[in-house]
């Protein structure tokens, strides 16, 4: 049983599959730092000194009465709260990583395509196996009629 659990992992595909999840954790962590700290802050600056990442409600008073100015000092007083600005971040990271993907794969499977096949340009005469355009009618070099 251990041989053939080795013989699994050791298979190309399963190794192959390792290797794509811990590239697209590290990926993913830079998304969300490049949405976190590169894209949300201009935006929220353009909607007026706006932090999405502190947009929640408060479902429950924590031990300390709100309100809260941030999430941190929310979970802090150990608040209950529905945090839907993170929700929006982590929307947007998704929707970076996905496209991210979408190009990705966009370019392998350009590279995988097959050249389309050539089409000849020339036949042989069946009668004496000259080389002859692919739209003669009779052999230039022994002047017999193509069908």
Request: with cysteine; aromatic share 10%.
């Amino acid at each position: 049983m251990l041989k053939e659990f080795k013989t699994f992992v050791m298979r190309g595909n399963v190794v192959d599959m390792a290797v794509g999840i811990i590239v697209g954790a590290a990926f993913t962590a830079i998304v969300k730092s490049l949405v976190d700290d590169v894209i949300m802050p201009p935006i929220g600056l353009l909607l007026g000194n706006i932090d999405f990442s502190n947009f929640f409600v408060v479902l429950r008073e924590g031990k300390a009465a709100g309100p809260y100015a941030t999430l941190a000092a929310a979970k802090a007083a150990g608040a209950v709260t529905l945090s839907y600005g993170l929700f929006v971040n982590t929307i947007i990271s998704f929707l970076i990583v996905a496209f991210s993907v979408f190009l990705m794969i966009k370019q392998v499977n350009r590279f995988r395509k097959e050249p389309p096949p050539v089409v000849p340009d020339t036949k042989e005469c069946p009668y004496c196996i000259s080389s002859i355009p692919i739209k003669a009618v009779k052999c230039p070099h022994c002047t017999s009629e193509l069908k």
